[in-house]
C-alpha cells in the first residue's frame, strides 16, 4: 500500500478508436518485463519432454546442410562463389534463413496459441509475436557454434567486418521476420488459413532466397527484382561478413533493407488497427 | 472523494451471426458444405459483399446506455443474469476490448481476475508460473519477489513450489492461480467469478482476502452470482440486464430488486436464442417450470403440497457424464441445497451418457419442505470434473404460501428457509 501513496494514479480514457491507430510503442515499453518473461517461457517450455532437448536447434541445419551438400553440391554441382567449400557456404545461409522460417513459425501462431491470456487480460498484444521472434535467437546462437566449427575446420577467416556487420544482419533478419510476422498473426486471428499457407509459402520462399545457390547465378537484368526479397540481402549479408564472398553494403542490400522496414512499419500499423477486434473475434 | 472509475453512456455491440456460424462447425457435414461453398463465398467476397455475405449477420448490443460513476475506495456488486452484460462490462474496463459508443475514464492501474491462471504453462514448475502469472498480470518481478513467500503461503502448495504444475491437482493449481492474481496491488481490483470454483474452504480464504482487498481502501467491481458474497462484500450494488443498467442501490436492496425481478414471476422460465450462451453448445435449456400437485405451472407454491420442478432442455450430441439439477437458496443468498438428476447411482448408470434429444429432469419436493417467502431457483448442467454447460443462479423465483403449515396458528416469523411438519411426542414422564 505504501508505494500505491507514492505516485499520482494516471488516468486512462477508454473509447472507440478511430482512424488508424497510434503505434504507442510507450505502452510495449511499459510491458518490456512480459517480454521478458515470455521470452524465457518460450525457450524454457520448447524442448521439453524431448529426448535430444536443444540438440535439435544444431540437427535441423546440419542435416540440412548434409542433404544440401550431397544434393546441389554434390551432384547439381552447382558452384559456390570464392572457392568457399559448399557445406559451409550453404550452413552460413541456413543459419538466419533458420531464424527466420522458424520465427514465422512460432509468431504467426503467437497470438491464436495464447486465446486465454488475449481473450481474458489486458497487455500490449504485440508482445505476443516480439517474443516469439526474439526466442529464436537462443537456438541461433547454438547452431552458431557449429559455425565457428566450420570455420575452424575449413580454414576460412572472417574479415574485420564481422564485427559490425554480423549483428546489423542479424538485426536486419529479426526486422525482416518481425515485419511478416506481425501480417500473419493478426491475420491468423481471425482467418486461420495462415496456418495452412504458411509451410507452403515458408517453402516457396525458401526457392527464391540463395541459400542452396548463389545469388550470382541470377541473370544481371533480374537481379532488382530478386533482390526485392528481403531475406536475399541477409543471406549475402551473412556471406558477405562471414566468408568474405559478394560486394558487400550495394544498392541491391539497400533495396533489401527498405523492403523490410516497409514491411515492419506496415505490419505495426496493421496490427494495432487489427488489435482492438482480437478479443472479440479470435 | 475522486472519481476512480466514470462511465458514460457505453455501449459494445457483437455480431452473433459470424459466432453461430463458428458454432455449427461442430459436425463434420458442415465442413465438407462449407468447403464445397468456399468458391461461392470468394466470389462473393470480391464483389465486395464481405467474405460472411452468406449468412445474415444480426448485431446485438451486449451493453447499451450504461453511465455511471464510482468513488475511489467504494466496492461496487455487479449482479445480472447469465448475458446481462457483466462480463463485457469488466471486459472494456480493464482494457481486453474496446467499446462501440461511449467512453470511460479510470484513474490508477486496473487489476482484472477475469480468469485466474491465464497464462499458466503446465510445463513450468509452480515457481516459475507465479513469476510468468505476475507479469501477465502487470507485476514487475521485484515485486513479485517480495510478495513471493506471502503468495506461496497463502496458495498452500508449499513444498511442491518447484514441481511442473502439470503434476499438480486442479485444486493446488487453482489455489496458486489465484494466490497470484490476489497478490496484486492495483488501484482498481475487477474480480469476475473467481469464487465459483475450489473447496469451501479456499472459498472462505479468497473472500476473506477480498475482504481485506476492500478494507485497504481500493476500488473493487465485483461481478458474481453468489448473492451472500456480494452482500458480505460489497455496499453498493448495481443490476444490468440484456445489457442495460436497471438499477444502482446499496447492495441489499439491489440484490432484493434482482432476485424478485423479471421473467420468475410466472412460474415458467423459457430460454430464448440469445439468452442461451454459444459456450453452453451442445447443451441447451428450453424451459423450467414449477408445477403444483395438479400440474398446473403456478408462481406460488403452498408449503403443505409437494412442488415438482420440471427442468426441459436440448442435447445437440450426446453428452457423457452429465448430470443436470438445480441449486435452491432463499433470497438473502444463502444456499438450501443443491441437487442432480443424477445423483442416484443407479440414475447415473442408466443416464449419465445421454443421445442427442429432447428431455425433461423432473424433481418431486415434498410437502412441508419450505418455510413462508420467496425462493430462487438456479440450474446447473455440468459433466462433473469435465465441463460446465450451462448455468443460471437465479432462473427462477417462486412464492411459498404458508396457509396450513405447522405452527400457523401463532402470527409470528419463523426463523429459518424450511418448515418441516416433525414428529413431535410429548410424554407426561410424572
Known amino acids: 500500500m505504501t508505494e500505491l501513496t507514492k505516485h499520482e494514479p494516471t488516468t486512462i480514457y477508454i473509447k472507440p478508436s478511430t482512424g488508424l491507430a497510434a503505434l504507442n510503442l510507450r505502452d510495449l515499453w511499459l510491458y518490456r518485463e512480459l517480454v521478458y518473461f515470455m521470452i524465457w517461457r518460450e525457450i524454457k517450455v520448447r524442448y521439453k519432454q524431448t529426448m535430444l532437448g536443444a540438440a535439435w536447434a544444431i540437427i535441423q541445419p546440419v542435416l540440412t546442410m548434409i542433404v544440401f551438400t550431397f544434393i546441389f553440391g554434390r551432384v547439381a554441382k552447382l558452384p559456390t562463389d570464392g572457392n568457399i567449400p559448399y557445406p559451409i557456404f550453404s550452413y552460413t545461409a541456413l543459419l538466419p534463413w533458420g531464424l527466420f522460417s522458424a520465427a514465422l513459425n512460432q509468431a504467426s501462431r503467437s497470438l491464436t496459441s495464447n486465446q486465454n491470456m488475449v481473450s481474458k487480460i489486458y497487455f500490449p498484444r504485440l508482445v505476443l509475436p516480439l517474443a516469439s521472434v526474439l526466442s529464436g535467437l537462443v537456438d541461433f546462437v547454438i547452431a552458431f557454434v557449429i559455425l565457428i566449427g566450420l570455420l575452424i575446420y575449413y580454414r576460412v577467416m572472417p574479415s574485420i567486418n564481422v564485427l559490425w556487420a554480423l549483428p546489423l544482419f542479424l538485426l536486419l533478419t529479426i526486422i525482416t521476420a518481425l515485419g511478416v510476422a506481425l501480417w500473419l498473426s493478426a491475420i491468423n486471428v481471425k482467418y486461420r488459413d495462415v496456418n495452412y499457407a504458411l509451410p507452403f509459402m ?81 | 472523494m475522486t472519481t476512480a472509475i466514470s462511465v458514460k453512456n457505453l455501449g459494445k455491440q457483437y455480431k452473433i451471426g459470424a459466432a453461430q456460424q463458428k458454432f455449427q462447425y461442430n459436425m463434420f457435414r458442415d465442413v465438407i458444405v462449407d468447403t464445397l461453398m468456399t468458391p461461392v463465398r470468394i466470389f462473393r467476397a470480391l464483389r465486395g459483399q464481405g467474405i460472411r455475405g452468406a449468412t445474415h449477420t444480426s448485431m446485438i448490443w451486449a451493453l447499451k446506455d450504461i453511465s455511471f460513476d464510482l468513488e475511489e475506495g467504494k466496492v461496487l456488486g455487479i449482479v445480472g443474469r447469465n448475458g446481462a452484460g457483466k462480463s463485457t462490462l469488466l471486459k472494456i474496463l480493464s482494457r481486453v ?40 498480470l502487470g507485476m514487475k518481478s521485484a515485486e513479485i519477489d517480495r510478495k513471493f513467500d506471502e503468495i506461496v503461503d497463502f496458495s498452500e502448495v508449499g513444498q511442491f513450489i518447484d514441481t511442473p504444475v502439470k503434476r499438480y491437482s486442479s485444486g493446488m493449481y487453482l489455489r496458486l492461480a489465484f494466490a497470484v492474481a490476489a497478490h496484486l496491488e492495483p488501484e482498481i481490483l475487477v474480480v469476475d467469478e473467481v ?60 440484490v432484493d430488486y434482482y432476485l424478485s425481478s423479471g421473467q420468475a414471476e410466472s412460474g415458467e422460465r423459457i430460454w430464448s436464442m440469445e439468452d442461451v450462451p454459444v459456450t453452453s453448445a451442445p447443451f441447451k435449456p428450453v424451459a423450467i417450470r414449477i408445477k403444483d400437485r395438479g400440474g398446473k405451472v403456478v408462481d406460488t407454491v403452498r408449503s403443505t403440497e409437494p412442488v415438482t420442478v420440471e427442468w426441459e432442455y436440448q442435447l445437440d450430441a450426446p453428452i457423457t457424464g452429465l448430470r443436470v439439477g438445480m441449486y435452491l437458496s432463499s433470497m438473502r443468498g444463502e444456499y438450501i441445497f443443491t441437487s442432480f438428476d443424477t445423483d442416484d447411482a443407479a440414475q447415473f448408470e442408466q443416464f449419465g451418457a445421454r443421445k442427442a434429444g429432447r428431455y425433461i429432469s423432473r424433481c418431486h419436493i415434498p410437502a412441508d419442505f419450505f418455510n413462508e417467502g420467496r425462493y430462487s431457483l438456479g440450474v446447473n448442467a455440468s459433466s462433473f470434473a469435465v465441463r460446465r454447460y450451462f448455468m443460471d443462479e437465479n432462473a427462477l423465483s417462486f412464492n411459498v404460501d404458508i396457509s396450513g403449515a405447522p405452527g400457523t396458528q401463532w402470527p409470528e416469523v419463523r426463523q429459518g428457509p424450511v418448515r418441516p411438519r416433525l414428529d413431535w411426542k410429548i410424554e407426561k414422564v410424572d
Open chain 1, 202 to 282: 515458408t517453402q516457396f520462399w525458401q526457392f527464391i532466397t540463395p541459400i542452396a545457390y548463389s545469388s550470382t547465378l541470377i541473370p544481371a537484368k533480374w537481379q532488382i527484382i530478386y533482390m526485392l526479397n528481403p531475406m536475399a540481402g541477409v543471406v549475402n549479408g551473412f556471406r558477405w561478413a562471414l566468408l568474405g564472398i559478394g560486394n558487400g553494403p550495394d544498392a541491391g542490400l539497400w533495396l533489401s533493407v527498405g523492403i523490410s522496414l516497409l514491411v515492419l512499419v506496415s505490419g505495426l500499423y496493421y496490427f494495432r488497427n487489427m488489435e482492438k477486434t482480437f478479443a472479440d473475434t479470435i
Open chain 2, 97 to 136: 476490448t474496446e467499446p462501440t459508443v461511449g467512453t470511460v475514464s479510470v484513474r490508477g492501474r486496473v487489476g482484472s481476475l477475469l480468469e485466474v491462471g491465464t497464462g499458466f504453462h503446465p510445463e513450468l514448475t509452480g515457481r516459475e508460473n507465479i513469476y510468468m502469472n505476475g507479469a501477465i
Open chain 2, 195 to 254: 469464487l465459483a470454483v475450489g473447496d469451501a474452504e479456499f472459498q472462505r480464504k479468497c473472500l476473506g482476502k477480498m475482504g481485506d482487498v476492500a478494507q485497504q481502501g481500493r476500488t473493487v467491481l465485483f461481478v458474481s452470482h453468489n448473492m451472500s458474497a456480494i452482500l458480505r462484500l460489497t455496499q453498493e450494488a448495481i443490476v444490468l440486464k440484456k445489457g442495460q443498467l436497471i438499477k444502482r442501490a446499496p447492495t441489499a436492496e439491489a
